[in-house]
């Protein structure tokens, strides 16, 4: 299970740390992805370590203002954002994958087998 938290509403330019914790199962060597969503669009991914041991990948938007970082001792994942803007308003939701993901589907939401519940960011002033 994956549990997905921090979300809240924030000013344009305002910061929040999204965590996913997952509970039932150890994540050392999975692909771990954080997506967003709103309402009629397809889920886009924002950022995705490839497995245990590999630094992040970052979508377009996401790069320069998001850090994400795992702690799997702690089997959790962080998505750090800054600069939020109001196009960053989403649901978010973390996926995991049992085995290691190439470049090419880390975005693609069916590459996943396990998804947190989403926590809602909304960037507004």
């Known amino acids: 299970q994956l549990q997905a938290s921090g979300g809240g509403s924030v000013q344009p330019g305002g910061s929040l740390r999204l965590s996913c914790a997952a509970s039932g199962f150890s994540f050392d060597d999975y692909a771990i992805a954080w997506f967003r969503q709103t309402p009629g669009k397809k889920r886009e991914g924002v950022s995705c370590f490839s497995d245990g041991n590999a630094l992040p990948y970052y979508s377009d938007s996401a790069k320069g203002r998001f850090t994400s970082s795992r702690d799997n001792a702690k089997n959790t994942v962080y998505l750090q954002m800054s600069g939020l803007k109001p196009e960053d308003t989403a649901v978010y939701y973390c996926?995991?994958?049992?085995?290691?993901?190439?470049?090419?589907?880390?975005?693609?939401?069916?590459?996943?087998?396990?998804w947190g519940q989403g926590t809602l960011v909304t960037v507004s002033s």
């Open positions: 996926a995991a994958r049992t085995r290691r993901i190439i470049v090419q589907y880390m975005g693609v939401a069916d590459s996943y087998d396990y």
